[in-house]
Structures are given as C-alpha cells and as structure tokens.
C-alpha cells in the first residue's frame, strides 16, 4: 500500500505539471489565435526607438499605395487598414448613475476584423451613419482591467461585453484635458457601444474605418489617410511565412499569429521538459522505495520462494511472480496518482477561479488533461515499478530451494 | 529406487540424507555423481526442465510443513498447479480428492495455520500427490509430531506405496524402518543398503 502510494505521488505531480503546462498552452494559443488568427498577419511600419522613446521611420509609410501593393502580393487574400483619428478626444458617459471623463484614442478599423466577434446586426458597418448614434467597439483587455482596477477601487459593478452592448457615450472630438482648445471647434458625436473584441486597441473606442477616414480629412486636412496598422489575411496557412517575408522586404514590420504561436509552443515545451524531469525524479525517487522494500519482501518469503520452487516453479517463474506483482503495485499507485492529479487539477482550478479576478481572458481551465498524459502516467507509473523491481525480482530467482526448505 | 516401494534413509545427523533427498528431488545439484531418472542424468537438463520433474514426477514432504498459514488447506494443496504446464480443468476436484484422501475431507476451508500439526502433515501429504507424482520424497515427516500423529502419518504414506508410488523418508525414528520395504543408510559419507 505505502509501495503504491510512492507510484501514485509521483504519477500524481508528474500529470499535475504536464496538464498544467498543456492546459496553459492551450489557452495562451486559443487567446492568440483569437487576437490573431494563424492567416493573419500584422504589418506596421518599421521604427527605431531611441532611449524609450519610438519613431516611425519616414519612409516607411502605410498609406493607399501601400495597402495596394501589399493587396496585390501572391498570395494576400485581404488586406484591412486601421486608422487612428489625428484629433485628440474625449469620452463622456453616465455609467450606473456615474459621470465618466476620459481622454481616448480613436481608431477605424474594417468591419470584417470583427465580424466574427460583434453581434450581427448591431449595425457596425462601413456604411455606419452618425445620426442617431455611431456603433463602436472597445477592447475587452480594457473591460478586464476596469473590472479588476477601477471597479473594484470606485466600488462599481462588474461589466461584461453584453451589459456594455447598446450603452451610449458621447464622444468629444479635438477636446483633450491635456490640450483644451477652444470650444467651437469641438464636435460632439454620439456612439453606442455594440460590443468587445481583442483585436482593437487596448486604450481606445474604434469605429468604422470610413467615419474615421472622413473625420481625419474634414477635420484635420489628411489629404491621404495614413493607417497605424494592417490586418493582412493569408489565403493558406503555409503560406504565411513567405508573405510575412515579402512584406518585411517592402520595408515594414511583421506579426504573426503563426510566429507567437510557435515562440508559445517552444517555452511550454521547455516547460514540460522540465516539469516532466521533475516528475521523474520523483518517480525515480518512488521506484528505489519499491526496489528496496521487494528486496526485504524476497527476505521475507523466502519459504514461499522455496516452496514455490520444491513444487515446480522455476527461477523464470519466480522472477515473474515478482515483476507482476510490482506491475500490480505499479498500475495501482499510477491509477490511483491520475486521480489525484484529477482532483487536484480540479481543486486547483475553484482554488484560481476564487483568487483570480473575473477576467474575460482567463481560461475555463488552467489544466489539459488529455488521454496522452494520462496514458504516459500511466506507462511510466508501471515502467518504474517493474524496473525497481528488477533486481529483487533476480535475487529471488537465484535463491536456493534447498537451503531455504532446510534452514526451517 | 522404483515405484512401489517404500525406502527408509537413516544417518546421523549432518550425514547428508536430506541433501540426498533434495538430490533425487532436483532441488539441489550434486556436487559429485549424478541423479539418473529413467536412465537420464537429471541434472543434465536446465532449470525450465528441472522444475518441470518436480512439478510432475515428485512431491516433498517437508518436517515444519511449510504451508501457508493464511491460505485455506484447499489453496495450499492447489499451489503445483500455479505452475503446471497445463493446469487441469477439475485442478480443484483432484486438490479435493487429495485432501480427501489424507482424511481431511471436512477441513477442506480450514485456514492452514489453524489446524493440528498432524493435519498440517496431511494437508502437505495431500499437496506433494495432487499431481500423481512416482514419488512422494519425505523429510523427516514425523520430526514435528507425536508418536501416534507420526505413526498415522506413516501409515498414510504407507498407503500411498500401496496405490503404486514410490516413497522416500529420510528418517531418525527406528519405526520408520519397520514399514519400509528397504532402508539406506549414511554411514561416513557413503551409502549402505540394508534390508529391512
């Protein structure tokens, strides 16, 4: 019992860290997936920072020309444009009875990057009108940090992206606290939130590229609209990475879903590597406890050893006897260790879901417990104890019948 | 020694007689001389072989029993099967059958370490012939008990010479000698055969 209980520890941590990293794998790849599909790519211009401050580089611009020439490579299925408004800009809104005051970024961005994460139907096209109120988007990084900052110091609801659906606010734009300017040229926009999506700036509301396009001219002489950012998406996935190559020799910067996903993929294989070596050693510790106590075991039964061999059992009979008897042991401590790995995955996770903040990013698990690490558990629950089981297993064997019938 | 008969080993102590037993049984390789069964050296044969001879061909008795005190006298007469070629299908009717020939037909479920030394004898009597062996070898079978259980014992390896095996006991006690049909003693080492 105490044997299979050695095995059931060691299988227990070992699952425990491998799930661990598995199910954190999975959902760091599911929020970059999400953010960022693996067809998907990022181009921005190329900068260069001095100290912490970044600069654009001049000649790497993105406007309409290079949207076209980015469109035009093999390959490119779609290319979508984010704008940023070249004003500053206020928010004002009246939430649960409070007044709320923000300076804000302003961004447009093509309806079709969030299609797949804003209701249909909430009217956020590009033919989106002003009159009566402009549908926007937020980021649902910065619903996670109001719940888990601002909430909870102003003692305020938790919000979540359907509460915020139809929410309306008042959107200040050329006003700043930073730089007032005068008043008559401020113009006042009413919006109306239609949902959340991690594919729009953190600090920001982003509305229809199109409104943006036509403020950035109307109001702040952009001839020719510059974009901040490109969504570009690959027809194929294998052809990600030469078109992420054609569009870094065009003199631009380039992310991938497929990069992070892989940069992800390395760290938490490095990670299992080790919580596996981890788990082994304690196996290993576990199987020198078997080894030891069947070699006192051998000592034990010595007379049933003899007896077994006066009745015709043979040295490779008695050998078995004690290999499967460890298997035994073996399968029962690593059964019983996938259960403890279970519970305490599952303890684990009500343990984080108490501690941690409701956020919208946060996994629904932090384990994968998935039939390959049970079953390599498993396997090597049993592979340990048969092979501590070895030696006591040999010594066995070899023991004399006849000294041991006559020593009484 | 043939089946059919019952052969008494005498010596003092030390003599070798159990060694001599163990020989015949193949449990221990002599060091000199050979073992020939049915005309072939014994202890020519490898381990797989050796332990198939004493599965089938032999059965010990042993002085302290050597049973499983926690096992049912029906589970200890079982064990040879545990490692028969091919256990028979009525292996618990002939371990029955066994017990039931030793008189022990109502202790069948008897855990071993509650019975009577003399029962604990039967109950090893009944394991060394559940596999119709063509010889029964006994050392000093009667060692840990009475003189009436010993002579019962006698008596009942008496009868099994009777049924066609061949019986072996190594032996101190004279009364031994007086049901064997012959009698070997160890003398400095070195066999005499005597008549009874």
């Known amino acids: ?408 | 020694m043939e089946s059919g008969e019952l052969v008494a080993v005498r010596g003092r102590s030390g003599s070798g007689k159990t060694t001599l037993l163990n020989a015949i049984g193949g449990l221990d390789r002599p060091t000199a001389g050979s073992v020939l069964v049915d005309g072939e050296d014994l202890y020519a044969r490898g381990d797989r072989a050796l332990s198939r001879y004493r599965n089938e061909r032999v059965g010990f008795v042993f002085q302290s029993f050597h049973l499983a005190p926690d096992e049912t006298a029906l589970e200890n007469v079982l064990v040879p099967f545990l490692f028969a070629r091919r256990p028979p299908a009525d292996a618990a009717e002939r371990a029955r059958r066994a017990l039931s020939g030793v008189g022990l037909a109502d202790q069948v479920d008897q855990p071993a370490g509650t019975l009577s030394a003399g029962q604990k004898q039967r109950v090893a009597i009944a394991r060394a012939i559940v596999n119709d062996p063509d010889f029964v070898l006994a050392d000093e079978p009667t060692g840990n008990l009475d003189d009436r259980t010993g002579a019962d014992i006698i008596t009942l390896l008496r009868g099994l010479v009777e049924r066609g095996l061949g019986v072996v006991i190594v032996t101190h006690d004279p009364a031994v000698s007086a049901v064997a049909d012959r009698e070997l003693r160890i003398v400095d080492g070195r066999l005499a055969g005597a008549a009874p």
């Open chain 1, 1 to 408: 019992m105490l044997l299979a209980g050695g095995v059931a520890i060691g299988v227990a941590m070992l699952v425990f860290l491998l799930a661990f990293v598995a199910g954190t794998r999975r959902a760091l790849l599911d929020r970059v997936v999400s953010s960022l599909p693996i067809t998907h790519l990022t181009v921005v211009p190329r900068s260069f920072s001095l100290s912490v401050i970044k600069f654009d580089s001049p000649f790497s611009s993105l406007d309409p020309a290079a949207v076209e020439r980015i469109a035009g490579l093999e390959g490119v299925e779609r290319v979508m444009p984010m704008a940023a408004l070249k004003l500053p800009a206020q928010l004002r809104a009246r939430f649960f009875g409070q007044g709320f005051v923000t300076d804000t970024g302003v961004f447009g961005i093509d309806p079709a990057l969030v299609e797949d994460q804003i209701p249909s139907g909430a009217g956020f096209t590009a033919e989106a009108a002003e009159d009566p109120t402009l549908p926007a988007v937020i980021s649902g990084d910065l619903i996670d940090m109001y719940n888990t900052g601002f909430a909870k110091t102003n003692d305020l609801p938790q919000l979540t992206p359907e509460i915020l659906a139809g929410q309306q606010a008042l959107l200040y734009l050329g006003s700043s606290s930073f730089r007032p300017g005068p008043e008559e040229q401020v113009r006042t926009v009413p919006i109306r939130l239609v949902g959340a999506s991690d594919r729009v700036p953190l600090v920001g509301v982003s509305l229809p590229r199109g409104v943006v396009e036509r403020w950035n001219r109307e109001l702040a002489g952009e001839s020719t609209p510059q974009y901040v950012q490109l969504t570009v998406v690959v027809g194929r996935a294998q052809e990600v990475e030469e078109v992420a190559a054609q569009i870094e020799t065009l003199g631009y910067e380039v992310t991938s879903g497929r990069e992070i996903a892989q940069r992800i993929r390395t760290l938490t294989r490095v990670l299992q590597v080790a919580f596996g070596l981890i788990g082994l050693v304690v196996l290993a510790v576990a199987g020198v406890g078997i080894g030891n106590a069947l070699l006192l075991s051998v000592m034990e039964r010595r007379h049933e050893i003899g007896i077994f061999r006066s009745v015709g059992a043979s040295r490779g009979d008695i050998r078995l006897l004690f290999l499967c008897e460890a298997a035994l042991i073996g399968l029962g401590g690593a059964a019983v260790g996938l259960c403890l790995a279970a519970a305490a995955a599952r303890g684990a996770d009500l343990a984080l879901d108490r501690v941690l903040p409701d956020l919208l990013l946060l996994p629904e698990s932090f384990f994968a417990l998935s039939w390959t690490i049970l079953a390599l558990g498993l396997s090597l629950g049993l592979l340990v104890s048969i092979l501590a089981a070895v030696p006591p297993a040999h010594r066995a064997a070899r023991m004399d019948p006849a000294r041991i019938l006559t020593s009484g």
